[in-house]
């Protein structure tokens, strides 16, 4: 079993940044890839960006690509995701998720909370 914990969301305007965190326990934290997703209000939840259990490897869906960063510190079992030039329409709950690195929620076996994420034009 692993358990997840995110925070670091918040209200933030266009063009401003945010850090969220994803802090993990149980399970060794190494052995998962890590992903981060998203779910606006009556819209499907939808992959954001990935990291391989080694931290060696990225992905990203194409509209955060050069905008967010996502990071692991194995050293703390937490995950980032570095957020910057935040635009209205990145404005949803974000959620982090630990399994098999990929774009698919079903490849991922734990999930946190989630934590709200709005940004105002």
């Known amino acids: 079993q692993v358990t997840l914990v995110e925070s670091g969301g918040g209200l933030v305007q266009a063009g401003g940044s945010l850090r969220l965190s994803c802090a993990a326990s149980?399970?060794?934290?190494?052995?998962?890839?890590m992903g981060w997703f998203r779910q606006a209000p009556g819209k499907e939840r939808k992959f954001v960006a990935s990291?391989?259990?080694?931290?060696?490897?990225?992905y990203y869906v194409d509209d955060v690509k050069g905008r967010f960063t996502i990071s692991r510190d194995s050293s703390k079992n937490t995950v980032y995701l570095q957020m910057n030039s935040l635009k209205p329409e990145d404005t949803s709950v974000y959620y982090c998720?630990?399994?098999?690195?990929?774009?698919?929620?079903?490849?991922?076996?734990?999930w946190g909370q989630g934590t709200q994420v709005t940004v105002s034009s």
């Open positions: 149980g399970r060794t934290f190494s052995n998962y890839a």
């Open positions: 998720a630990a399994g098999s690195v990929g774009s698919e929620a079903n490849r991922y076996d734990y």
């Open positions: 990291i391989s259990w080694f931290g060696g490897r990225t």
